[in-house]
């Protein structure tokens, strides 16, 4: 099954509808990295509010997501994790570190105008 | 009555049953959302396990009752390699396929009770138990 | 209240174990005999039941009840008493023993008197069935072979359920009031603070990181403040709760500043191999709530000392 990928201005916005399978979450990853590419996207939202699980491959390849997209020059920040699935992943480890996080897709377009703005005003 | 489910473990798509069986027994008992997605996670993880080292396994979800209190356990049974040393398995961060390793000290840490069993030539079974508030 | 039948249904529902059955009576005669002696009393209904209501006042039980709170109660448990006896039902018991407690608890009845009552009333019925029999002791005893194994069964479930339900009642007032005394307070637009005082275990530390997290979605908050001044000491296990409450936040967008850390705490948090140089703290709450101002950008201008002026 596949997520819809919208784009809104230079961000891409991938929101999760449903369970995702581990093929699905992996098409997810590939295909944001090359819309990045194809797009020249400067962020990446991914909208996991429906996740009702976040275990450590979920974990894993959203890290995975992050990396490759930075490669390719846009930031990614994940939204909409729910307090009791944050509540669970702490206990399991998996902090998602290194990845951008934010409460919501509002919150998160926030968060990346003011990462891009800081990277256009440096370069 | 909620009864006993046994969910067969090949492929990442019986990961996603498994844990959705979880959720539908803790839900049917009247567990709180928090527990609930406690519950699913472990199942996740144990199922995964079984995906990644063991090939084929099984996922046993079960109610169980002590006194008035409630509760649901859930075994996680493989005929894999089994884990070389269980006392390296339960340290954090140990893996031998790479990435987060078998997540069982976090496991642990969401359910009430933990137990493991593993034998080079048997297997390996995995019973977490967690009670109803 | 509401939440809490429906959990209470839920329960019942799923947990009754079908182990514990009254054994069915195993022959015609014993059949027959359950079957007079429930006559017996159903039909004697009102004057074994004032003889019983009799004996709890003078036994000076259900004090807390006020007489017409009794005699209703008195009038349930009586009939479903003979019900259980005619039928052997121990799972309908069960249920109505639960039910019961439920509705006694609250006004302040003991296990004592629970279990007193039930063998009054068990012996009133006996005393009546001598009366009734006592000029066939033959048919006497076998009509207290048949009656006695079930009574006694009887007081045993009802006291059982009134203690569980008794012990659920006190779990779920314990974790009432672990909810109440930690409050999640919104002082700001965005900001939230969170002040732990006393003594906290690992349950209460689960719980407020529940709470926090739950807080931060709804009041969309994007900094916590985190005071554990009022903390005398922690252990390993809550230390490594804190951490995670700080690692779950982040996951929510939140930034956390945890403020009051002494030095035994910290001293702790490095032991459990937490980089505090990573961790945002702050000495004290009013500077915690200093810092998070300024992360959510309002502008905080210190004045010069004495004066009004800014620096």
């Given at each position: 099954m596949e997520v819809p990928i919208l784009k809104q201005g230079l961000y891409l916005i991938a929101s999760i509808q449903a369970a995702l399978s581990d093929v699905d979450l992996l098409h997810l990853r590939d295909a944001?990295?090359?819309?990045?590419?194809?797009?020249?996207a400067r962020g990446v939202i991914v909208d996991v509010t429906v996740l009702d699980v976040m275990d450590s491959f979920a974990s894993r390849t959203l890290r995975d997501l992050a990396h490759m997209t930075r490669l390719r020059g846009a930031e990614t920040v994940i939204v909409g994790i729910q307090p009791e699935v944050a509540f669970a992943m702490v206990q399991l480890g998996l902090t998602l570190e290194g990845v951008d996080t934010a409460l919501d897709l509002e919150e998160g377009l926030a968060f990346l105008d003011k990462k891009t703005k800081r990277r256009t005003s440096r370069g | 009555m909620a009864s006993e489910t046994v969910v067969p473990i090949t492929t990442d798509t019986d990961v996603v049953v498994a844990r959705q069986k979880g959720r539908e027994l803790a839900a049917e008992l009247g567990f709180v959302s928090t527990d609930s997605t406690l519950l699913a996670t472990a199942i996740s993880e144990l199922a995964r396990n079984i995906v990644r080292y063991a090939k084929h396994g099984e996922i046993v979800i079960a109610p169980i009752q002590s006194g008035d209190r409630v509760g649901i356990t859930v075994v996680a049974r493989d005929k894999g390699p089994g884990i070389a040393s269980i006392l390296l398995a339960m340290q954090d961060g140990y893996s031998t396929s790479g990435?987060?390793?078998?997540?069982?000290?976090?496991?642990?840490?969401?359910?009430?009770?933990?137990?493991?069993?593993?034998d080079a030539n048997v297997g390996t079974t995995v019973t977490i138990k967690k009670w109803k508030r | 209240m509401g939440e809490q039948k429906m959990k209470k249904n839920e329960n019942r529902g799923s947990g009754v174990s079908p182990a514990r059955e009254m054994p069915p009576p195993d022959d015609e005669s014993t059949v027959s005999l359950l079957r007079e002696l429930v006559n017996h009393l159903r039909k004697n209904r009102t004057q074994l039941r004032e003889e019983w209501a009799r004996r709890i006042t003078a036994a000076k039980l259900l004090g807390a009840m006020t007489s017409e709170e009794m005699f209703a109660e008195a009038t349930s448990v009586y009939d479903n008493y003979v019900e259980v006896l005619e039928t052997g039902a121990v799972e309908a018991l069960q249920a109505y023993?639960?039910?019961?407690?439920?509705r006694i608890i609250p006004r302040g009845v003991e296990t004592d008197e629970v279990v007193g009552i039930v063998l009054l009333l068990r012996d009133v019925l006996a005393r009546s069935l001598f009366a009734k029999y006592q000029t066939d002791f033959q048919l006497l005893n076998r009509i207290l072979d048949a009656y006695e194994p079930a009574a006694n069964r009887i007081a045993n479930?009802?006291?059982?359920?009134?203690?569980?339900?008794?012990?659920?009642?006190?779990r779920q007032q314990q974790e009432a009031i672990r909810e109440l005394s930690t409050p999640v307070l919104q002082v700001r637009e965005r900001l939230l603070i969170l002040p732990i005082i006393g003594v906290i275990d690992s349950q209460r530390a689960r719980q407020l990181t529940e709470q926090l997290l739950r807080g931060i979605r709804t009041n969309?908050?994007?900094?916590?403040?985190?005071?554990?001044?009022?903390?005398?000491?922690?252990?390993?296990?809550?230390?490594n709760h804190l951490v995670q409450t700080v690692e779950?936040?982040?996951?929510?967008?939140?930034?956390?500043?945890?403020?009051?850390?002494?030095?035994?705490?910290?001293?702790?948090?490095?032991t459990i191999g937490v980089d505090l140089g990573k961790m945002n703290t702050v000495g004290d709450l009013q500077g915690g709530i200093e810092e998070a101002e300024r992360l959510l950008g309002y502008k905080v201008a210190p004045l010069i000392e004495g004066t009004q002026q800014p620096i």
């Open positions: 944001l990295a090359e819309k990045v590419g194809k797009y020249r | 990435g987060l390793g078998l997540g069982l000290p976090g496991v642990k840490r969401l359910m009430d009770e933990f137990h493991l069993a593993s | 023993a639960r039910d019961l407690s439920e479930t009802v006291a059982v359920g009134f203690v569980q339900e008794r012990e659920r009642i006190i969309r908050a994007k900094v916590v403040v985190i005071d554990i001044t009022g903390v005398a000491a922690m252990d390993a296990t809550v230390a779950a936040s982040r996951l929510l967008g939140a930034t956390v500043i945890v403020t009051g850390l002494s030095p035994e705490i910290a001293q702790t948090l490095v």
